[in-house]
């Protein structure tokens, strides 16, 4: 029981048990160097399928200035994971919230990576709200959990992922995962943090839920500015006003009491990734990481002094996924 409880609260350690079936679980680790000139994301995991073989640990890699991506396959028994902190290791390679081992030698590949992480923003907690899913975090029968780790940080170190190292010293990260049996029917996800204003960061994400019999669409949106993290979300009364999209790009309006929040984002080149389906890794998405978003936030009052306060801001290297956007009206 205490163990059940620790994992609620601290969702960034891993969620689930190796004698499950037909699980998933990963996180998403964004880095950026300090011109934004190499964007790559490293997604570690686990694959638990109905089928015993199949089961394996994973390392993806995607390169967003090439649009390309790389899907390193490791033994299930590779990986391995601390019950009270985030610590992940498959094989040689190693993760936490504040540093990144990689040595990947696969099929002529090979990838090594030493970095360490600063500066974390990790997302607010509460007791009725434990992390990104706020009280849906207790429901026991969720398609899919989501959590962030670190809206933005700051890296040290460098790495070298087959095109030569490169010093991301002065760069940006960030950190978030999920965990379950698949993704949604049909989501929009979206996350920056290089704005004009180098301490906002953004994360969206819009999702249809599955829910006792029926299905609705919920979402999940944090805009980190002025190092407070603003949240708007189905489970603190937020509601979509406008949601607007294409197959490469999307607009919507987030209300929260007086509160607002405008995001625009398009995208141009895509790399394919491996997506869960019923825990096996045999789906496939296209993710952008070098998308461009436009965002505008209204502040509520907190007085009847004070006025509204206003904020307009644009940023790049954006992450971005439509998937089945026709599914969240």
């Known amino acids: 029981m205490l163990y059940r409880l620790r994992k609620i609260y601290r969702p960034e350690i891993f969620q689930g048990g190796l004698q499950k079936r ?42 967003g200035t090439n649009a ?31 540093k990144m081992h990689l040595d990947i030698s696969q099929g002529g ?6 970095l360490k992480f600063h500066n974390t923003h990790p997302w607010p907690k ?20 989501h959590g962030v780790v670190s809206m933005s940080h700051n890296i040290k170190g460098s790495a070298d992922f087959g095109r030569g190292y490169t010093d991301f010293t002065g760069g940006k990260g960030y950190i978030e995962k999920d965990w379950g049996k698949s993704f949604p029917a049909g989501w929009i996800w979206l996350q920056s943090n290089h704005f004009k204003n180098a301490g906002t960061s953004l994360m969206l994400s819009v999702a249809r839920i599955p829910w006792l019999k029926k299905t609705f669409t919920g979402f999940i949106c944090g805009l980190l500015l002025n190092e407070n993290i603003h949240i708007f979300a189905t489970y603190n009364g937020s509601k979509i006003k406008q949601l607007d999209f294409s197959a490469n790009e999307f607009c919507c309006i987030i209300q929260r009491g007086s509160s607002r929040l405008k995001i625009s984002a398009s995208r141009k080149e895509s790399a394919e990734l491996a997506s869960p389906l019923m825990g096996a890794m045999d789906g496939r998405i296209n993710e ?23 904020y307009r801001d644009s940023g790049f290297a954006a992450g971005l996924e439509i998937v089945n956007p026709e599914v969240l009206k």
């Open 22 to 63: 037909n699980y998933f679980e990963g996180w998403y680790f964004k880095i950026i160097d300090r011109n934004a000139a190499k964007i790559y994301a490293v997604i570690p995991g686990v694959s638990i399928s109905g089928i015993k073989s199949n089961s394996h640990s994973f390392i993806q890699v995607m390169d």
């Open 68 to 98: 390309t991506s790389q899907y390193f396959r490791f033994d299930f028994k590779d990986f391995n994971y601390s019950g009270r902190q985030f610590n992940a290791s498959i094989g040689n390679n190693f993760f936490s919230a504040d």
């Open 109 to 114: 590949q090979k990838i090594k990576a030493d």
């Open 126 to 145: 509460s007791p009725f709200a434990p992390g990104a899913m706020g009280w849906y975090a207790f429901v026991p029968f969720m398609e899919c959990y």
């Open 288 to 310: 952008s990481i070098d998308a461009k978003v436009e965002i505008e936030y209204i502040g509520g009052k907190k007085d009847n002094k004070q006025k509204t306060e206003l």
